[in-house]
């Protein structure tokens, strides 16, 4: 059973713990069985308010659940555990003995309190975004303002599409599994780089592609695109002058494809978390103060269910370099749907 479990006598003195319980606090039996409960692991289940509650279970035959605390454990540190506890049925002559449930939570509510916090930054930054395009369309009146009006209002119209665009991504990754076909992946690239180089025309960068050699790939071209299209995007956003380079290299086993830009880079801090969901460097949100932070958690998202891997190597002021590498056919049967239809948006993509 992989929830911690302990039984405890009428004085809360530990009789018995399962595994997970052991390992789950790094501690081991010598240090706990026929102890007192607050006295374990020096003192770190020393809780009031658990220690009134678990009085009462036997001479009230009372239970309680979901019981929340949040407590420093000095072999994991700082953990949100659910408590779950009640009478533990005995034969006739057997002692009264409690059982104690644990649930470890602290990822969840991490988890949960991230996703609050990017639901209010995001709402915040839509409202703001969509304020900002009526304010500038009543200025369009004026005749002399229009072409900048005009350009402010396409600027914010494309960071929205692209929130909505990286929301109904995430919401896909949750539960979209694969859509395998047999593509060209010289093709596959090259429609990627040709569906991306207006951005960089847009905005003065220059832009250059190294397309690998002709060859197939069993992929879903549906994911590897939105994956190439995320990176290259924010290649194009965070690079205010300078170039995006796209290359990809087909090996006998596996796809390689890099972008690497010039522009501002990544603090080392932020690099371990790059691909966390919802998370944006300070000195991202710097240049783009509109995002949704989940762009990079995609990218890594879809290659873990395609079999890939994801590196990132960055130097601020000097740029950034991200690599994606893809098999050239699934990892798995079980991922394989060899009657799977291509869609129609890539049946361009079909080696000759």
């Known amino acids: ?184 992946a010289r093709a596959l690239i090259r429609t990627c780089a040709d569906m991306n180089e207006w951005r960089c025309k847009r905005k003065g960068l220059g832009f250059h592609v190294d397309l690998p050699a002709e060859g197939s790939i069993t992929t879903d071209p549906i994911k590897v695109t939105r994956i190439l299209d995320n990176l290259l995007n924010n290649a194009v956003r965070y690079t205010p002058s300078g170039e995006v380079h796209l290359q990809g290299e087909l090996g006998s086993a596996k796809l390689r494809i890099a972008v690497r830009d010039t522009g501002i880079g990544i603090p080392a801090e932020d690099l371990p978390r790059v691909f966390e969901r919802y998370h944006r460097a300070r000195a991202a949100q710097q240049v783009q103060p509109l995002g949704s932070g989940l762009g990079l958690s995609t990218v890594k998202h879809f290659c873990d269910l395609l079999g890939g891997t994801t590196h990132i190597e960055s130097t601020p002021g000097v740029g950034t370099t991200c690599t994606v590498v893809l098999p050239r056919r699934p990892l798995s049967p079980r991922s394989e749907s060899r009657s799977a239809p291509l869609p129609s948006l890539h049946r361009a993509l079909l080696p000759e």
């Open 1 to 184: 059973m992989r929830q911690p479990l302990l039984v405890l006598d009428a004085d809360l003195r530990l009789q018995s713990a399962n595994q997970s319980f052991y390992q789950t606090f790094q501690v081991g039996p010598e240090e706990c069985e026929g102890r007192l409960l607050d006295e374990i692991g020096a003192g770190q289940w020393n809780i009031p308010r658990l220690r009134e509650l678990l009085e009462r279970i036997l001479p009230q035959r009372y239970e309680f659940r979901d019981h929340e605390i949040d407590q420093r454990f000095p072999a994991i540190g700082r953990r949100t555990i659910l408590l779950n506890a009640r009478r533990l049925r005995q034969r006739r002559d057997g002692p009264p003995l409690i059982l104690l449930a644990m649930e470890d939570i602290t990822d969840r509510k991490r988890a949960d309190e991230a996703r609050q916090l990017f639901l209010a930054a995001t709402s915040h930054d839509v409202l703001n975004a969509l304020g900002d395009i009526a304010g500038y369309a009543e200025l369009l009146a004026d005749e002399d303002s229009v072409e900048p009006m005009a350009s402010r209002i396409m600027s914010l119209s494309g960071a929205l599409s692209e929130i909505m665009r990286d929301l109904l991504d995430h919401g896909h990754a949750e539960t979209d599994n694969p859509k395998l076909a047999v593509v060209s």
